[in-house]
């Protein structure tokens, strides 16, 4: 067999891999983006990774029931610590994603075009905002029953509003979580 023809082929395959690397990490859209936060943020609650979860909310995290990032963390930890096993069923996904101070960009995977509507420097911010309804299905101790009793009633889609205050397309934090039925 011919060495250079093997050499060739992985190198071949080395660069087709990159290639797609890159796309997948750089050209994905915002909202795609959002939707690869979003899924690991509820899996992070999921396997209650506290961690993981606080990464995922932002430094200024507030929302309408005077949480803070911490408070946030702390109240999950008290009503969700009672399930042995936890899932976030979700449904009614509904992504809107805007690109306010976006700035065009001359440069579209490093070949000079002229600029198109949706090209963007991944250096400025965006905003998105997720609604979806959640059902929790779980076992527990405790008055993890009650939780799922009082999840699984509401009847309006919980709102998640993000924001990427990075450079980097994984740079998507929570800044509020919000549902018009909890008070």
């Known amino acids: 067999m011919n060495t250079r023809l093997i050499v060739r082929s992985i190198l071949a395959l080395v660069l087709i891999a990159g290639l797609w690397l ?12 959002v939707r690869v936060a979003q899924a690991a943020l509820i899996e992070a609650v999921e396997e209650r990774d506290w961690d993981e ?8 995290y507030t929302d309408a029931y005077s949480h803070t990032r911490e408070s946030a963390i702390q109240d999950g930890k008290k009503y969700l ?6 899932t976030l069923k979700t449904d009614q996904t509904k992504i809107q994603v805007t690109k306010e101070g976006m700035v065009t960009s001359l440069f579209r995977l490093g070949f000079y075009t002229r600029p198109q509507k949706d090209d963007i420097i991944r250096i400025a911010e965006g905003n998105g905002k997720v609604t979806m309804m959640i059902r929790l299905e779980g076992n527990g101790i405790g ?12 009847t309006e889609p919980w709102s998640f509003h993000w924001s990427n205050p990075g450079r ?3 740079d998507w934090q929570v800044n509020m979580i ?3 039925q909890v008070r």
């Open 168 to 170: 980097w397309p994984w």
């Open 22 to 33: 890159v796309w997948w990490v750089f050209g994905r859209s915002h909202e795609a983006q």
């Open 53 to 60: 979860v606080a990464e995922f909310l932002a430094a200024n």
């Open 178 to 180: 919000h549902h018009d």
């Open 81 to 86: 610590s009672g399930f042995y096993t936890l």
């Open 143 to 154: 008055y993890s029953q009650l939780v799922l009793g009082h999840v699984n009633q509401l």
